[in-house]
């Protein structure tokens, strides 16, 4: 499940092993510049003038010698020990200024080792998975701790680091799950991603030397307050985030067992790669408004979480951002939430329902409805049912990983259309029925015209009727007065 930390050991690993292949057992001495160079300890290359040893092949080895043959030793090169695992002790002489990439990887016995004193360079992966070192003291001369350098020592309680280191790179120190002590040396500007991952035991982190740095609250942030770079595994209770924080760094409070319900304020807007990783007891997580992200396993694995609420800020749900949340029984992602990862929500057994809104564009593979079995096999989560738009990225994965799913409505294009179509028929029939009552009102008004016509002339008829009704009485009676 640690994708990160699996691909680094295993691409470590093989190189290491490829290496072996490379090269014979040792001989009874060293032999000239044209052939294999070894002296039945460790094979050479002769570089520069001076040897830098490229395989150890003795079963076991205390030391390294600083001179063979009146040549120097100034180097350690890559994979040079690779999984000696029968070595438990080694001391390096000052004469050695570089050692190489996966140099001690898989050295699972050495619990003490003395580096040189005029160590200029160390290697990606150098100690990475020396899982019984204790202690361990860098020389003043280094000023980087490069990528993954000691990665899974998982009983490494303090390292000392001189105050010449200005950076310190990716999962430097991820997995030291026993660390207990850690300054910060006075000229650090640089912490990688991760670097301080996992943390279980981490007590005190001392940031005094250094003017960029602080710790308050048990907190290591930078001097302004605004991100937060780790943890101590004491903080217990309830856990507010300060409020002039804006980003809290990946791994900051991973494996922080003691808290029980977190706040984070309106500032926040970022929650990086495993945040809060394995903090099984936190039981409610009060996210703001204004968080725009959540990183690759933030709260991976905190099985106290019984709500997920999203803020309705969030544009991305990162992979396995809440995987193996196996109390959650209620996620509830908000109109707006653009993308959601890979097997983001994976083993949240208890969960048997989800409404994912139409914003979501993209949902990766095996974010829902799947969890694990006892051999660690993907499976389908019984029980379990999405609720989708019609034609989203919700519904086409659901529809892809098998997951039963509700149609709740149709995508924006077909509403879009409907819309449209209704809006020009209701169009026509408005323009239909005003037509129709202007040619009935002009109807009516004709129809009264000619009645009107018909009236005046019936009457106009009448009255000349009369007038010759009396024209002719009036005649007769001027004959009757003529005749008498």
Not at 291 to 299: D, T, V
Not at 350 to 358: E, Q
Not at 464 to 482: A, F, H, L, M, S
Request: with cysteine; hydrophobic share 40%; proline share 3%.
């Amino acid at each position: 499940m640690k994708l990160n930390k699996l691909l680094s050991a295993a691409a470590a690993i093989a190189a290491a092993l490829s290496s072996l292949a490379a090269f014979p057992a040792g001989a009874e001495g060293l032999q000239g510049p044209d052939d294999v160079l070894s002296d039945g300890a460790f094979i050479y290359d002769l570089v520069d003038g001076c040897y830098t040893i490229k395989r150890c092949t003795a079963s076991i080895v205390t030391e390294i010698p600083a001179v063979r043959n009146g040549v120097t030793i100034n180097a350690i090169g890559d994979n040079a020990f690779a999984n000696c695992s029968a070595i438990s002790k080694l001391d390096i002489p000052d004469s050695v200024k570089t050692i190489g990439d996966n140099a001690f990887v898989g050295c699972t016995s050495l619990s003490e080792v003395i580096l040189p004193e005029r160590l200029e360079h160390l290697g990606e992966h150098a100690f990475m998975g020396c899982s019984m070192l204790e202690t361990i003291t860098l020389p003043e001369t280094l000023t980087e701790i490069p990528a993954y350098a000691f990665n899974m020592c998982d009983h490494l309680k303090s390292i000392d680091i001189p105050d010449t280191v200005t950076s310190i790179g990716d999962g430097a120190f991820y997995e030291c799950t026993s660390l207990e002590t850690f300054r910060i040396p006075a000229s650090l500007e640089k912490i990688g991603t991760l670097a301080f991952n996992e943390w279980y035991s981490i007590k005190d982190i001392d940031a005094s030397a250094n003017d960029s740095y602080v710790v308050e609250d048990g907190m290591l942030m930078d001097k302004k307050k605004a991100v937060i770079y780790r943890g101590l595994a004491s903080i217990e209770g309830d856990l507010y985030i300060p409020d002039t924080v804006t980003t809290i760094k990946s791994g900051a409070f991973s494996g922080c067992l003691g808290i029980s319900n977190l706040f984070v304020p309106d500032k926040t807007t970022v929650i990086d790669d495993y945040a809060f990783a394995y903090c099984h007891n936190i039981k409610k997580a009060d996210l703001p408004e204004g968080l725009s992200s959540i990183g690759e396993w933030a709260f991976a694995f905190d099985e106290g979480l019984t709500t997920i609420e999203i803020p309705t800020t969030v544009s991305s749900i990162g992979p396995l951002a809440f995987a193996n949340c196996i109390n959650a029984d209620k996620v509830l992602i908000p109109e707006g939430v653009g993308t959601i990862g890979e097997k983001a929500f994976i083993g949240c057994d208890a969960l048997k329902s989800v409404n994912v809104p139409k914003s979501v564009t993209s949902v990766g593979e095996q974010a829902f409805g799947k969890t694990y079995d006892n051999e660690g096999n993907v499976i389908d989560l019984e029980g379990f049912t999405m609720s989708v738009f019609g034609g989203s990225a919700a519904h086409k994965y659901a529809k892809k990983a098998k997951v039963k799913y509700d149609v709740v409505g149709r995508d924006l294009s077909s509403i879009i259309f409907i819309i449209v179509v209704i809006a020009l028929i209701i169009g026509v029939i408005a323009a239909a029925a005003v037509l129709m009552t202007k040619s009935r009102k002009s109807a009516d008004r004709g129809a009264k015209k000619a009645k009107k016509k018909a009236e005046e002339k019936a009457a106009e008829e009448s009255y000349e009727k009369i007038v010759e009704t009396d024209k002719k009485k009036d005649k007769k009676k001027d004959n009757k007065k003529d005749k008498k």
